[in-house]
């Protein structure tokens, strides 16, 4: 199942036929600009992708920061990197200091990922997401509609949510 426009932004789901029950192994990916962003071809349970996806649900709409957009590409990565890593608190310089920066942080910590670090900051005219490939050294950006990155990954949570309920019931069924 493909959520989005893969040219723009996407996530693709995919539950495995035999997806061991509430494990739901699958596969899963983001698409930035048609890019494939995590390792699709591997398989991993989709029930910790959808607990940590909680997250970005909780953080949806609540990632504005005027004066990091106005950074470049590579600042921006920099600061949030920095911060995250508690290395450097330059990011107060662009955030009020009660501003849980943690939010800007949009990647699914789980082994399909974790070749990427993935950031989302916004202004009211835009969503910039930045991905950094740890394997390639490369760091890219695509800039998208306000919005954009929460609806997307709301539909696939949703998705991911019901398979878990079903999988959940069906566990029941058979204890």
């Known amino acids: ?19 061991g029950g509430l494990w739901m192994y699958g596969r899963f990916c983001y698409l930035i600009a048609g890019e494939s962003v995590g390792n699709y071809d591997a398989v991993t349970s989709l029930r910790d992708i959808l607990f940590r996806m909680r997250y970005l649900h909780s953080d949806r709409g609540q990632r504005t920061c005027p004066e990091l957009m106005k950074l470049s590409t590579e600042k921006m990565f920099s600061v949030i990197s920095a911060a995250l890593r508690d290395d450097d608190d ?13 939010r800007f942080d949009v990647g699914i910590h ?26 390639r050294k490369e760091l890219k950006h695509f800039l998208l509609d306000v919005g954009e990155f929460d609806h997307v990954s709301l539909d696939a949570y949703d998705y991911l949510d019901k398979i878990y309920d079903a999988a959940e019931e069906s566990e029941g069924e058979v204890s």
């Open 1 to 19: 199942m493909e959520f989005g426009d893969r040219t723009r932004f996407a996530i693709t789901v995919e539950l495995n036929e035999n997806h």
């Open 90 to 102: 330059e990011i107060y310089n662009y955030i009020p200091e009660e501003f849980p920066f943690a």
């Open 110 to 135: 789980v082994d399909v990922m974790d070749n990427y670090d993935i950031y989302l900051v916004e202004n009211k005219y835009a969503s910039k997401i930045l991905y950094f490939n740890f394997e």
